[in-house]
């Protein structure tokens, strides 16, 4: 039986910029760790332009808790924030030693943070995420291609799904961080599925995808229009192509 064709694309920096509720609860959830109020006023309501400025480095919803707590940090190497995303690994490893917490406590700490903020006031939490101009048009329009499509995030199922639905999509596959690594979902998704492209705005993870051997045939497709470091669409490898924009919003079978 022939395959049915999809197109897999990450969540945050592909089809929502979801920047301001990320920084809202990150620090609300660095709050409640820290247990201290006299914290909160060194944090400001506005997302600080070092956060901004790290959120490429990003991988996982919980490194962005433990960057709130390094702001409250008067020695913490984030003050210079070129130098903390140089080493940004390091970096963060070193910061989960100081303050002596876990991935996963930080992960859960934020989840609850969302469960709160979506349970006292849902609308408020859907409006601090902005979907991509066009973009979400874009993909309603690819079932006239013939082509399904599949969301592939490191956020959790439960929000993706509420905020999908917010903005009237549904794809035909949805997994979350529950689902495991990116690149092993990818290949379990491609039993079934013929992969057109894999869109995502994190450059590393495409070139996981470009090493993992049972999935480098995947086209992959750098979003131009997400959080990319500086140098992040030159000097692509062969394999990655950068999609902008413009382009995305051609037919697949014309994408570069
Ligand atoms: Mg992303």
């Known amino acids: ?19 301001v509720e990320y920084w809202n609860s990150a620090r609300e959830a660095c709050l409640q760790l820290v247990g201290d109020e006299k914290y909160e006023e060194q944090l400001p309501l506005k997302a600080p332009d070092t956060f901004r400025k790290i959120r490429p480095w990003v991988k996982d919803g919980w490194e962005m808790v433990l960057l709130a707590a390094e702001l409250l940090r008067d020695d913490s190497p984030i003050k210079h924030p070129k130098k903390f995303s140089d080493e940004y690994q390091n970096n963060c490893h070193k910061a989960l030693k100081f303050w002596n917490w876990h ?16 349970h006292k006031n849902k609308a408020k939490w859907l409006a601090s995420h902005y979907p991509f ?4 048009e874009r993909i309603k329009k690819l079932n006239t291609e013939h082509i399904e499509w599949a969301v592939l995030t490191t956020k959790s199922t439960e929000f993706t ?10 794809p035909t596959l949805l997994y979350g961080y529950e ?23 994190r450059r590393s993870t495409l070139e996981t995808v470009l090493d993992t051997p049972s999935i480098n045939w995947i086209p992959c497709y750098l979003a131009n229009w997400g ?10 490898p062969t ?3 950068l999609l902008k924009q413009e382009d995305f919003m051609y037919p697949v079978a014309d994408w570069p």
């Open 1 to 19: 039986m022939k395959k049915k064709l999809i197109v897999v694309f990450d969540f945050d920096g592909v089809i929502v910029d979801g920047l």
């Open 133 to 136: 101009s066009g973009v979400v």
């Open 227 to 236: 959080y990319l470091k500086n140098n992040d669409a030159q000097a692509l």
């Open 239 to 241: 394999g990655i192509q």
């Open 179 to 201: 689902g495991g690594s990116k690149p092993d979902v990818l290949l379990k998704i491609s039993k079934n599925y013929l992969i057109k492209g894999f869109i995502e705005d």
């Open 103 to 118: 991935p996963k406590q930080l992960q859960i700490a934020l989840d609850d943070v969302r469960k709160k903020a979506i």
């Open 161 to 170: 799904a509420q905020l999908l639905n917010h903005f009237n999509l549904s």
